[in-house]
């Protein structure tokens, strides 16, 4: 019986903490993170909830035609990728279908076969098992974010897609807020650019104005 609670102890305790990621990623959807700071805040959520050692934010450049990643976390190591063209690795499958995909074991045999591009990191790890979905706004997917186990397999269930899905979802709108929010700063910034090189103009103008009223 003892052990009973225990697991229904830890299973709330679980519960609350997702739907603490839930609530905290919604609440940043309504703040006026910049998008660094969004992604830094969403990613370090993700590993903390799920107890994984990697992470990646991949966002999809239309103009471009290619999967930029501003973040992905490994261990502690930061790593840095180009562009990724679409078609390529478990991202294109992702955006294709628009569907969750989940590999719980034989990452590198099953990954190799699906076309995986993999970039290493300092320690040579490889994903034990690994996670993705899709980050849909409207009907339009902006992006992939995807969880990586490097210690166990079979981690990643059906509750785990239902919740990365969830986080995804909250941070298409927390991103596409963002990015609205640092473009109309970024206008308001070049309008008052304009509007103090119009005043300077406007001295300048009357200061030649005053020396050629003196001058007659």
Same mark, same amino acid.
């Given at each position: 019986?003892?052990?009973?609670?225990?697991?229904?102890?830890?299973?709330?305790?679980?519960?609350?903490?997702?739907?603490?990621?839930?609530?905290?990623? =919604?609440? $940043?959807?309504?703040?006026?993170?910049?998008?660094?700071?969004?992604?830094?805040?969403?990613?370090?959520?993700?590993?903390?909830?799920?107890?994984?050692?990697? %992470?990646?934010?991949?966002?999809?450049?239309?103009?471009?035609? %290619?999967?930029?990643?501003? +973040?992905?976390?490994?261990?502690?190591?930061?790593?840095?990728?180009?562009?990724?063209?679409?078609?390529?690795?478990?991202?294109?499958?992702?955006?294709?279908?628009?569907?969750?995909? !989940?590999?719980?074991?034989? +990452?590198?045999?099953? =990954? $190799?076969?699906?076309?995986? !591009?993999?970039?290493?990191?300092?320690?040579?790890?490889?994903?034990?098992?690994?996670?993705?979905?899709?980050?849909?706004?409207?009907?339009?997917?902006?992006?992939?974010? =995807?969880?990586?186990? +490097?210690? /166990?397999?079979?981690?990643?269930?059906?509750?785990? !897609?239902?919740?990365?899905?969830?986080?995804?979802?909250?941070?298409?709108?927390?991103?596409? /807020?963002?990015?609205?929010?640092?473009? %109309?700063?970024?206008?308001?910034?070049?309008?008052? /650019?304009?509007?103090?090189? $119009?005043?300077?103009?406007?001295?300048?103008?009357?200061?030649?104005?005053?020396?050629?009223?003196?001058?007659?």
């Amino acid at each position: 019986i003892e052990v009973e609670v225990l697991n229904q102890a830890q299973l709330v305790a679980e519960r609350l903490s997702e739907l603490e990621t839930i609530y905290d990623i =919604s609440q $940043a959807s309504a703040s006026r993170l910049k998008l660094n700071a969004l992604l830094e805040f969403v990613g370090g959520k993700i590993l903390q909830t799920f107890k994984v050692q990697g %992470v990646y934010i991949a966002l999809y450049d239309k103009q471009e035609n %290619v999967f930029r990643i501003p +973040y992905w976390q490994v261990f502690d190591e930061r790593l840095n990728r180009a562009p990724v063209p679409l078609g390529q690795g478990l991202s294109g499958i992702i955006f294709r279908t628009k569907q969750p995909l !989940v590999i719980n074991n034989n +990452y590198e045999q099953r =990954s $190799a076969e699906l076309g995986v !591009v993999r970039v290493a990191n300092s320690r040579g790890s490889i994903p034990k098992a690994w996670v993705g979905v899709p980050i849909v706004v409207g009907d339009e997917v902006i992006g992939i974010l =995807s969880a990586q186990n +490097y210690h /166990n397999e079979n981690v990643f269930t059906d509750d785990t !897609v239902q919740l990365l899905t969830t986080i995804a979802a909250n941070f298409g709108i927390a991103f596409q /807020n963002a990015k609205l929010y640092e473009a %109309v700063q970024q206008r308001a910034s070049e309008l008052q /650019n304009l509007h103090q090189e $119009a005043e300077e103009r406007v001295k300048e103008l009357a200061s030649i104005n005053a020396i050629s009223q003196t001058a007659a």
